[in-house]
């Protein structure tokens, strides 16, 4: 009975993919078959695990769960590149899980139900906990979702989801309930090089990988925030430079990447600055209200093989240094834009923000706040000593009411126009400073209009302030 027991054992435990240690491993101890490059450098642990420390860093709460082999259920919402795969096998490893993979591109109803039935048997025969990671699970329809709601219920499987697009308006309410979610963020220029770094260490033990300081640079500014893009790059910058020759030297310059990214590297080679001209270039001609020209800028960035997001980016800045209060729709103009291209793609997209581009080229320019701004900064950094005076800190409680404060405070909405005319909100020491100068264009019009009607209301509260004090003396 034991022995058959044991066979019926391994034959089950073949039908799964066991969530092996997963290591740094070396591409020569993969010659049987091909793996891509950021596969094969997968990290086992979350110390190894680049990235994403607003979650997984040391006294998060999901590295907490993770660490005890607590998880639960859980959606992974982020760009590609940014670790969503790779965190749900360390997931599985950590937490000791068995682990099976599907991908919404590909599966349909009747995948879901084998690899339910896979992890059933697994639960009933070994006791085991199933983790199912679905790739791209947005793809999913609803009666495909919803197929998933009672073995989350009762415990057959963990389910982790990968997606790029907003679970919120892409999943079941009934499967976002028993869910968790968590946003991952494209990788940072620094993590972006750590992670380089650690691929040059490990990839080809034998071979020494030199790459120049700008060619570096280049392939972080290339891989925009996406790991598997910057391994897959530098995993053919390898093969382009291979020589017949065993364990020779690679040398990975800019002349290399100009061969393999002809297009991008006309716009990420640093030491010519190109990129950054005809960023440059883009945003002094919105800035100079010619729609034309910037929507020219802009197609040479996409000629380039620019990323439209970059642009989408530099317009939202444009919205709020040089057009500001003039009109304040161009902020979010610029930021539908960036949110369609996320939602329909490069297609529709690019022609979203090039939308935006003519609009914000055309709306009137104001640099006002962008002035103001810098002016109470500077000033407040000159100030910030100078303590709140007693009537505009909160009385939280009856020793801070008897110290005075909010004593005196006049509420705004009890006065006529909803204005405190006379009323003071620097510090004691300070004099009332003006930052803000609105222009005489667009909607800052309106508002230096009403800041000249302000200014009137709080001369004639002075005027009659010093009358009262001159007659009570």
Request: neutral net charge; proline residues 4%.
């Amino acid at each position: 009975m034991g022995k058959h027991t044991s066979k019926e054992h391994n034959s089950t435990t073949d039908l799964f993919t066991r969530a092996e240690p997963l290591q740094e491993t070396r591409a020569s101890d993969h010659t049987s078959h091909y793996q891509p490059l950021a596969a094969l450098l997968r990290p086992k642990t979350l110390n190894d695990f680049v990235g994403q420390k607003h979650l997984v860093s040391e006294g998060r709460p999901l590295y907490k769960l993770i660490s005890n082999g607590q998880i639960h259920s859980l959606f992974l919402w982020g760009p590609p590149g940014t670790g969503k795969t790779t965190l749900a096998h360390i997931i599985a490893n950590e937490c000791d899980c068995y682990f099976l993979e599907i991908s919404a591109v590909t599966s349909g109803v009747k995948d879901i139900r084998e690899v339910i039935e896979k992890a059933r048997l697994m639960r009933q025969k070994c006791n085991q906990k199933t983790l199912l990671f679905v790739d791209e699970v947005h793809r999913f329809n609803k009666s495909q979702q919803d197929a998933f709601l009672p073995v989350i219920e009762d415990g057959t499987i963990i389910l982790i989801g990968a997606t790029t697009e907003n679970p919120a308006f892409e999943i079941n309410n009934a499967l976002l309930s028993r869910a968790r979610t968590y946003v991952l963020k494209l990788l940072s220029e620094e993590e972006l090089h750590q992670l380089l770094k650690r691929a040059i260490q490990n990839y080809l033990p034998d071979t020494k990988i030199n790459i120049d300081a700008r060619a570096q640079s280049a392939l972080v500014a290339n891989a925009n925030g996406d790991a598997r893009q910057l391994l897959n790059v530098l995993e053919i910058c390898v093969d382009y430079c291979t020589s017949s020759e065993l364990n020779a030297d690679i040398h990975i310059t800019t002349e290399v990447l100009q061969n393999i990214l002809p297009n991008s590297m006309a716009l990420y080679d640093k030491s010519g600055d190109a990129f950054y001209d005809l960023i440059s270039a883009f945003h002094k001609t919105v800035r100079g209200s010619d729609p034309d020209a910037a929507l020219y800028w802009f197609c040479r960035i996409l000629e380039g093989g620019g990323d439209p997001l970059y642009v989408a980016r530099r317009l939202l800045a444009i919205a709020s240094e040089d057009i500001g209060n003039a009109d304040p729709r161009a902020l979010q103009i610029a930021l539908n834009a960036w949110d369609t291209f996320h939602r329909v793609g490069p297609a529709e997209g690019e022609r979203a923000i090039a939308q935006a581009t003519v609009y914000l080229a055309l709306a009137p320019k104001s640099n006002a706040v962008y002035t103001a701004f810098k002016r109470a900064r500077h000033f407040a950094k000159h100030t910030s000593k100078e303590p709140v005076p007693f009537h505009l800190r909160n009385a939280t409680s009856e020793i801070t009411k008897s110290l005075g404060h909010g004593r005196e405070y006049r509420y705004a909405h009890d006065e006529s126009h909803a204005f405190a005319a006379g009323e003071d909100y620097f510090p004691e020491n300070i004099s009332a400073q003006r930052f803000y100068y609105p222009s005489d264009r667009g909607l800052e019009k309106k508002l230096s209009e009403k800041r000249s009607f302000l200014d009137k209301l709080n001369a004639e509260s002075d005027s009659k302030r010093r009358s009262d004090a001159k007659d009570g003396e």
